[in-house]
């Protein structure tokens, strides 16, 4: 069973676009959502997270909308640049779980330049 | 702070054969997390530990296993290597009860 969907598999987004990736979630217990990124030949690298205390979190311009009651979040990445071309995974995890985290497929983004 | 290491980085192994891999977390983290990472299963988690004690553990056969050590380091192994066990394992280091993990770049096993 995943507990964790995330759309689409892959992306192709213009520089200068936005890019945006969506997870969808099971478990209700879950309160905690991290996105990552990952590089080839790396391991994944935390980017952003958010609480369901609120809807939205910005850093820079990487955002996460969240909706609680449709159990779904959403990474928006403003003013795409071929640097963030990379496979992101969206993750979800419980302050009861130890550290355990559910994670989503992944989307591979590719910016074109 | 250094971050989270894993050695080694490359390692190709045997059907049978048995392997172990090791992972040093970022200074002060003491908890630290293994995933398994392929192609057609994403990222699963495999097991945490925490004080030398595992305090949860993925849908993994028993051919894995880890131990963490005083100084907060961790080794897993995988024992009686199949094909399928050919991946990049990833090890995670959170503080006490941090939920914010950490990566370290994994070690790529194959396994012939």
């Known amino acids: 069973q995943q507990q964790v969907k995330q759309s689409p598999q892959s992306l192709i987004v213009q520089k200068g676009g936005i890019s945006i990736i969506n997870c969808a979630y099971e478990n209700t217990a879950f309160d905690y959502f991290p996105w990552y990124q990952q590089f080839p030949g790396k391991g994944p690298a935390l980017l952003i997270a958010?609480?369901?205390?609120?809807s939205e979190k910005k850093e820079g311009r990487f955002t996460i909308s969240f909706n609680k009651s449709a159990k779904q979040f959403s990474l928006h990445i403003m003013d795409s640049q071929p640097g963030d071309s990379a496979t992101y995974f969206c993750a979800a995890s419980m302050d009861s779980g130890y550290s355990t985290l559910t994670f989503g497929k992944g989307t591979m983004l590719l910016v074109s330049p | 702070k250094a971050g989270v290491t894993q050695t080694p980085r490359y390692l190709i192994k045997t059907r049978g054969q048995q392997v172990t891999l090791s992972c040093s977390p970022i200074s002060g983290h003491r908890s630290v997390s293994w995933y398994q990472q392929t192609p057609g299963q994403g990222l699963q988690f495999l097991f945490e530990?925490?004080?030398?004690?595992?305090?949860n553990k993925g849908n993994f056969p028993g051919r894995f296993s880890g131990r963490q050590f005083s100084n907060s380091r961790s080794e897993m192994n995988v024992s009686t290597l199949e094909l399928g066990d050919s991946a990049l394992y990833l090890c995670a280091s959170s503080l006490e009860q941090g939920l914010e993990q950490y990566f370290g770049p994994g070690t790529r096993l194959t396994v012939t």
């Open positions: 958010i609480r369901p205390d609120v």
């Open positions: 530990y925490f004080s030398e004690t595992q305090r």
